[in-house]
């Protein structure tokens, strides 16, 4: 079946450091590919996405770009700041259950100022 | 602009106890989803459904019923709470013409089950 495996956390950086999140997936055909965001309290939504091979998707001064050579989709930042501070979940959707998302475990990270 | 509504947002449940949590959508989707999240353990698929009147298990739906009697409704049933059913849930929806569509989520019931 599909998977998604998200770098372990928690991860703490100091405001302006460099973010990556490494992100990986197993899944039968083309599936999309996402970035949610939960902030304390709150709900996922939707951070970015991409549906293609070699795509970017952009956000917020994140990005990721889907690739299917090496089956992943890592979450970068040039400049994290301390509202950057959330869980982010990676997921799929439209491998082998086309019906369904499947997510990462989340990576929690916390911006100090 | 109400997206995804669950209700309630928090309960206490003694042992034993049934309760049932809706989730509401106004997007007109076709798919709608429970998940629970535990610490360390991401987001859970319990149960979801393609479409008004159908229902089909997660990773997870022991202990859980579901019913989609109309396509803007999703509701979660515990017939018998058990402590281990104490979590976040997270009902969520996404349109079903297009597979890259992401999933709106609504802002979680937290349950304690004593």
């Known amino acids: 079946g599909d998977s998604v495996t998200q770098m372990e956390g928690p991860v703490t950086l100091s405001e302006e450091a460099f973010l990556t999140i490494n992100c990986t997936y197993t899944?039968?055909?083309?599936?999309?590919l996402f970035w949610y965001v939960q902030y304390p309290g709150e709900g996922l939504q939707l951070l970015l996405k991409?549906?293609?091979?070699?795509d970017k998707g952009s956000n917020k001064g994140f990005e990721a770009t889907y690739r299917k050579e090496t089956t992943s989709f890592h979450l970068e930042k040039g400049s994290v700041q301390v509202s950057d501070s959330a869980v982010y979940f990676c997921a799929l959707r439209g491998g082998t259950n086309a019906g369904k998302s499947t997510f990462g475990d989340g990576t929690t990270l916390t911006v100090k100022p | 602009n109400a997206g995804v509504t669950q209700t309630p947002k928090f309960r206490v449940l003694k042992t034993g106890q049934s309760m049932t949590l809706l989730c509401a959508q106004d997007m007109n989707h076709e798919y709608m989803y429970w998940y629970r999240q535990d610490p360390g353990m991401g987001l859970r698929l319990i149960h979801y459904?393609?479409?008004?009147?159908?229902?089909a298990k997660g990773e997870v739906p022991d202990g859980y019923n579901v019913s989609r009697l109309k396509k803007q409704n999703f509701l979660l049933g515990l017939e018998s709470a058990a402590p281990s059913q104490t979590s976040v849930y997270f009902c969520?929806?996404?349109?079903?013409?297009?597979?890259?569509?992401?999933?709106?989520f609504g802002q979680g019931t937290r349950l304690t089950v004593v």
């Open positions: 991409a549906t293609k091979a070699d």
């Open positions: 899944a039968t055909g083309y599936p999309s």
């Open positions: 969520a929806s996404s349109s079903g013409e297009t597979l890259n569509t992401e999933a709106f």
């Open positions: 459904s393609v479409g008004e009147g159908t229902t």
